[in-house]
């Protein structure tokens, strides 16, 4: 991949699914990967006080352990149709800042280092 990167900006980056625990390939074939996104959280988990408890499908701590020291574990909300969580999230200030929060919680909660966009 290095080989790549003079001639390009962006970083190398692995969307990991529930959907392929199995086939992530080991440390020297993900060498160089500086941020993976997890997926995904259901949206409407945010949109409650208090919220549904989100559990990632693995924990943080040792999927970052699979990839280069410094990589950033993100967590992707929503995907493949899940809206509805963002649409009760943004009916108003209120529920745009309990969303947020929730938001944030989990995100200390669980380790990651932040949302996807």
């Known amino acids: 991949m290095s080989e790549y990167l003079p001639f390009c900006n962006y970083n190398p980056v692995l969307m990991?699914?529930?959907?392929?625990?199995t086939t992530l390939p080991n440390k020297t074939m993900t060498a160089g990967i500086d941020?993976?996104?997890m997926a995904f959280a259901n949206s409407s988990y945010f949109t409650t006080d208090p919220p549904t408890p989100y559990v990632p499908f693995k924990n943080v701590s040792s999927v970052r352990?699979?990839?280069?020291?410094?990589?950033?574990i993100m967590i992707a909300i929503g995907g493949w149709g899940d809206t509805a969580g963002f649409s009760l999230g943004a009916t108003n200030?209120?529920?745009?800042?309990?969303?947020?929060k929730?938001?944030?919680?989990?995100?200390?909660d669980t380790g990651f280092d932040g949302v996807s966009t």
């Not at 699979?66 to 990589?71: A, H, Q, R, Y």
């Open 102 to 108: 929730n938001v944030a919680q989990m995100v200390n």
């Open 16 to 21: 990991y699914t529930r959907y392929h625990l």
């Open 65 to 72: 352990e699979m990839f280069d020291d410094g990589v950033k």
């Open 93 to 100: 200030n209120a529920t745009r800042a309990l969303w947020a």
């Open 35 to 37: 941020t993976v996104v």
